[in-house]
């Protein structure tokens, strides 16, 4: 079975919206996009490079449109993005001419993809798409990305409300300028018990 990954750039309110330019995603009149231009160094750049391994991707459709607009004509900064498989969940697209891209429309043909062999599943963005993978358990990790800013509106990681779950930090990185990268597994169910006992 492979895992889902979910990778999320975060403020510290637990806004994902936009994060990496002002034009990216406006709905809901958002102004601050390109909220983490500010915050890059060669620490987070490190590590960022790691989490862009080669390794298929879930997207959500909006965040796919982000993409193929931009990422093919960018391979100097992610080499591998042309060439790994893009799943994207949609119930509007059945197409693209980015190479390598397949589109899902079911919660179900997550869990057939998840179910089959290859290498483990990043979700980048797509914040609509992580909602429903957080609510039916579907998320074995989270990387987060936390900025030291709070935004006070857009759209956010834990949105819906995920099911109640435990997580175990297995790595972490503090940047020079603040930023917070995370990686959590998951640990089974919550525990509960009292303090100082």
Same mark, same amino acid.
């Given at each position: ?12 309110? $637990?806004? &994902? ?10 709905? $809901? $009149?958002?102004?601050?996009? *390109? /909220?983490?231009?500010?915050? $890059? ?18 997207? *959500? ?16 900064? /992610? ?13 509007? =697209? ?68 995920? #099911? ?9 990185? #503090? ?5 917070? &990268?995370?990686?959590?597994? =998951? ?11």
């Amino acid at each position: 079975m492979r895992k889902i990954i979910v990778i999320s750039m975060i403020s510290l309110d $637990g806004v &994902m919206q936009a994060p990496g330019a002002p034009e990216e995603d406006t709905s $809901g $009149g958002f102004k601050f996009g *390109g /909220w983490t231009a500010h915050y $890059g160094d060669e620490v987070s750049g490190k590590t960022m490079q790691r989490l862009m391994k080669p390794s298929d991707l879930l997207l *959500g459709r909006k965040t796919f449109e982000i993409w193929e607009n931009y990422w093919p004509q960018h391979t100097e900064y /992610w080499p591998s993005i042309n060439d790994v498989t893009k799943n994207v969940m949609s119930t509007t =697209r059945k197409n693209s001419d980015w190479k390598n891209s397949v589109f899902l429309n079911s919660l179900e043909d997550i869990q057939k993809l998840k179910n089959g062999s290859g290498s483990d599943i990043q979700v980048w963005g797509s914040s609509k798409l992580i909602q429903p993978l957080l609510k039916n358990n579907l998320v074995d990790e989270l990387w987060l990305i936390i900025y030291p800013v709070t935004l006070g509106e857009g759209k956010k990681l834990f949105q819906d409300g995920p #099911v109640p779950a435990a997580f175990t930090l297995v790595e972490n990185v #503090v940047t020079p300028s603040g930023i917070i &990268m995370a990686n959590y597994k =998951r640990a089974g169910e919550v525990k509960t018990g009292r303090v100082g006992e």
